[in-house]
């Protein structure tokens, strides 16, 4: 069975922090893709990366990075000098290839205080 | 820019009446999908779709039914409505299952 786990349900920072947002997922299968998605309080999801199961390269995108690692089936993502702007809730998914289902997670809601 | 558009933010009906929310996106993408996001659980899916007149049903589909008569528009439909279907509705759109889908601004449903 597929799953994705967001086990931090919510996290406050004050701006300019560092702050990671951990997703542990499961799958038997060996190819598959990872996504990471915003929702800010306008409520639409707005897409931020996909990355396939063979390219463990971590990924960078200005004030946002991505740790993908196999070893521990985590696909971590790092916002660095958290703004007020990046609060929202932020949700992990993992499709397999040949589906067109996203499982998601649970989504962890980030709150960056002035 | 890829739209997804849905046709209310906010909806308030009755227990036991029909409702049809619907979803229209104009990127051409053969997928749609419907789901529910719920505090604590997070999105989950309820129909999707591949084609026109073409559905199949998601993780939670039961309550629910679907219909697409043209490729841009996919409608999900509430035969009864009832207090556990109050929920935040999203409608997505995408080409392939590995590039992201797109979504809409939702719907919030509530059901008194």
Same mark, same amino acid.
């Given at each position: 069975a597929q799953k994705v786990t967001q086990a931090q349900t919510e996290i406050s920072v004050v701006e300019k922090e560092d702050v990671t947002l951990d997703c542990v997922y499961e799958t038997r299968d060996t190819t598959y893709y990872l996504f990471w998605y915003k929702q800010p309080p306008s409520g639409e999801l707005v897409f931020l990366i996909r990355r396939n199961s063979f390219d463990e390269q971590n990924e960078i995108s200005g004030r946002y990075s991505w740790n993908f690692q196999k070893s521990t089936s985590s696909f971590n993502f790092t916002i660095t000098? /958290?703004? @007020? @702007?990046? /609060?929202a809730v932020y949700f992990c998914a993992l499709s397999k290839r040949n589906t067109d289902k996203l499982i998601f997670g649970t989504g962890t809601r980030l709150q960056v205080f002035p | 820019d890829v739209k997804v558009t849905q046709s209310s933010r906010y909806l308030v009906k009755r227990t036991g009446e029909k409702v049809f929310l619907e979803c229209v996106q #104009?990127? #051409?993408?053969?997928n749609m999908f419907w789901y529910r996001q719920d505090p604590g659980l997070g999105l989950r899916l309820i129909y999707f779709s591949y084609d026109v007149k073409m559905k199949e049903k998601g993780d939670i589909p039961e309550g629910y039914s679907v219909s697409r008569e043209k490729k841009e528009r996919f409608s999900l439909i509430l035969e009864s409505a009832s207090t556990n279907q109050t929920s935040m509705y999203l409608c997505a759109s995408g080409q392939l299952a590995y590039n992201e889908q797109f979504f809409g601004p939702g719907t919030r449903l509530t059901v008194l």
């Amino acid at each position: 069975a597929q799953k994705v786990t967001q086990a931090q349900t919510e996290i406050s920072v004050v701006e300019k922090e560092d702050v990671t947002l951990d997703c542990v997922y499961e799958t038997r299968d060996t190819t598959y893709y990872l996504f990471w998605y915003k929702q800010p309080p306008s409520g639409e999801l707005v897409f931020l990366i996909r990355r396939n199961s063979f390219d463990e390269q971590n990924e960078i995108s200005g004030r946002y990075s991505w740790n993908f690692q196999k070893s521990t089936s985590s696909f971590n993502f790092t916002i660095t000098a /958290s703004q @007020v @702007v990046d /609060s929202a809730v932020y949700f992990c998914a993992l499709s397999k290839r040949n589906t067109d289902k996203l499982i998601f997670g649970t989504g962890t809601r980030l709150q960056v205080f002035p | 820019d890829v739209k997804v558009t849905q046709s209310s933010r906010y909806l308030v009906k009755r227990t036991g009446e029909k409702v049809f929310l619907e979803c229209v996106q #104009d990127m #051409d993408h053969e997928n749609m999908f419907w789901y529910r996001q719920d505090p604590g659980l997070g999105l989950r899916l309820i129909y999707f779709s591949y084609d026109v007149k073409m559905k199949e049903k998601g993780d939670i589909p039961e309550g629910y039914s679907v219909s697409r008569e043209k490729k841009e528009r996919f409608s999900l439909i509430l035969e009864s409505a009832s207090t556990n279907q109050t929920s935040m509705y999203l409608c997505a759109s995408g080409q392939l299952a590995y590039n992201e889908q797109f979504f809409g601004p939702g719907t919030r449903l509530t059901v008194l």
